[in-house]
């Protein structure tokens, strides 16, 4: 089994070397002290985040106390590390931007230890709490970091500002009213840099949850005009794509649902346990050359007995005139991280243009 990120980038071993690394450019600095601060006994219990918080904590315990100086020690030490160092590695550089940088007197300085530190591990979560406390002032400063010459800085510009980030603290007035941060992605909506258009998309993911009109009017102004931007819109309707937005679906060609047939729709056994897989096929026949995104929808049984849909696509593919194509797939049903499965009566569905065609029950059992 892998190991997990926490235990790669965080641990007995890069804390000694971080401990050494500050030594070396700070010489009164007590390096066995902070490692035994940092792993104490909680340390092993520390997801992810929690340990970033320990180190960055203890970081302002034995460091000078005056910010700046502290982050001139730490600018050394960051900029010693050999390149191409993993950017998982330094996520306690903006977190402790965060924890000891916020007063009013420290803004610029903080500012530009964001930008920077974003360069070598992401300052999405450092600069929500921020955004949160000086919403206008920041944002102002998310719109200059989009114009940037570095690719992770206006990547931080959007991924920075998105309404409900993983892992991130939520930003309740983005979630309410989004206006400011499409403004952001305006900004970036044609960005020459992957990495960039990625989060572009994501972020119009998450308002297309909460204010799915702003995201379909967004996608029909900008779409047709730049490959790059088509494709954020593409990734970031995937939800309204999902859920069978008929003007999202117009947009890309595929909001006639009449133009295919699906029939032979089989499952490969009317029952299938935990941990096990299961088959289905299904065939298609087109009335008339047509664009066709195929998906499928599995009504899962949740804990409490009810049932939530899964939308898993097949392809997005062009039909001639009476062409037909036969599809098999199979169903996992092992339990993982994200999902949890539950014995009972499930269902199974073939969308056609985001419309359900046919639908077969089959029961999920306990081995």
Same mark, same amino acid.
């Given at each position: 089994m892998p190991?997990?990120?926490?235990d790669k980038?965080y641990?007995?071993n890069?804390?000694?070397?971080?401990?050494?690394?500050i030594?070396?450019?700070?010489?009164s600095?007590?390096?066995?002290d902070f490692?035994s601060?940092?792993m104490?006994?909680?340390?092993?219990?520390?997801?992810?985040?929690?340990?970033?918080?320990?180190?960055?904590?203890?970081?302002?315990?034995?460091?000078?106390?005056?910010y700046?100086?502290?982050?001139?020690i730490?600018?050394q030490?960051?900029?010693?590390?050999p390149?191409?160092?993993?950017?998982?590695?330094?996520?306690?550089?903006?977190?402790?931007v965060?924890?000891?940088?916020?007063?009013e007197c420290?803004w610029?300085l903080s500012?530009?230890a964001l930008?920077?530190?974003?360069?070598?591990?992401?300052a999405?979560?450092a600069?929500r709490?921020?955004?949160?406390?000086h919403e206008?002032r920041?944002?102002? !400063?998310?719109? /200059?970091w989009?114009?940037?010459?570095? *690719?992770?800085?206006?990547?931080?510009?959007s991924? +920075? =500002? %998105?309404?409900a980030?993983?892992?991130g603290?939520?930003?309740?007035?983005?979630?309410?009213?989004?206006t400011?941060v499409?403004?952001?992605?305006?900004q970036l909506?044609?960005?020459?840099?992957?990495?960039v258009?990625?989060?572009v998309?994501n972020n119009?993911?998450?308002?297309?949850k909460?204010?799915?009109?702003?995201?379909? !009017?967004t996608a /029909?102004?900008?779409?047709?005009k730049n *490959?790059?931007?088509?494709?954020?819109?593409?990734h +970031? =309707? %995937?939800?309204l794509?999902k859920?069978?937005?008929?003007?999202?679906l117009?947009i890309?060609?595929?909001?006639?649902?009449?133009?295919?047939?699906?029939?032979d729709?089989?499952?490969?056994?009317?029952?299938?346990?935990?941990g096990?897989d299961m088959?289905?096929?299904?065939?298609?026949?087109?009335?008339?050359?047509?664009?066709?995104?195929?998906e499928?929808?599995?009504?899962?049984?949740?804990?409490n007995?009810?049932?939530?849909?899964k939308?898993?696509?097949?392809?997005?593919?062009?039909?001639?005139?009476?062409?037909?194509?036969?599809?098999?797939k199979?169903?996992s049903?092992?339990?993982?991280?994200?999902?949890?499965?539950?014995?009972?009566?499930?269902s199974?569905t073939?969308v056609?243009?985001?419309?359900?065609k046919g639908?077969?029950?089959?029961?999920v059992?306990i081995?």
């Open positions: 190991a997990l990120m926490k980038y641990n007995g890069s804390i000694h070397e971080l401990a050494l690394r030594k070396a450019v700070y010489p600095f007590q390096d066995s490692v601060d940092i104490d006994k909680t340390w092993d219990t520390l997801a992810l985040k929690g340990r970033m918080r320990q180190i960055s904590t203890n970081l302002g315990k034995y460091l000078p106390s005056d700046e100086q502290a982050l001139a730490l600018d030490v960051v900029a010693g590390y390149a191409g160092f993993h950017d998982n590695a330094f996520i306690y550089l903006p977190d402790f965060e924890v000891y940088g916020q007063d420290h610029n500012i530009a930008e920077r530190y974003t360069q070598y591990s992401t999405e979560f600069v709490p921020f955004i949160i406390n206008k920041m944002m102002a !400063q998310m719109s /200059i989009a114009e940037h010459d570095n *690719e992770h800085v206006r990547r931080l510009a991924e +920075g =500002c %998105r309404p980030l993983p892992w603290q939520v930003l309740p007035s983005f979630k309410k009213d989004p400011l499409l403004g952001i992605l305006e909506k044609a960005d020459p840099s992957l990495y258009r990625k989060s998309a119009l993911n998450d308002i297309s909460t204010h799915p009109h702003l995201v379909v !009017q /029909i102004d900008w779409y047709g *490959e790059f931007t088509d494709w954020i819109i593409k +970031g =309707c %995937r939800t794509l859920m069978g937005n008929r003007d999202v117009a890309f060609g595929v909001a006639d649902a009449s133009c295919v047939d699906v029939y729709f089989a499952l490969g056994a009317v029952s299938v346990s935990i096990e088959t289905f096929s299904f065939k298609v026949r087109a009335k008339k050359a047509a664009k066709v995104r195929l499928y929808g599995v009504h899962y049984v949740k804990a007995g009810g049932q939530s849909r939308i898993f696509q097949i392809t997005e593919t062009s039909f001639m005139e009476n062409q037909e194509k036969t599809y098999v199979t169903l049903f092992k339990d993982l991280s994200s999902r949890k499965h539950y014995p009972g009566i499930h199974l073939i056609v243009n985001g419309t359900e639908k077969l029950d089959f029961e059992l081995t």
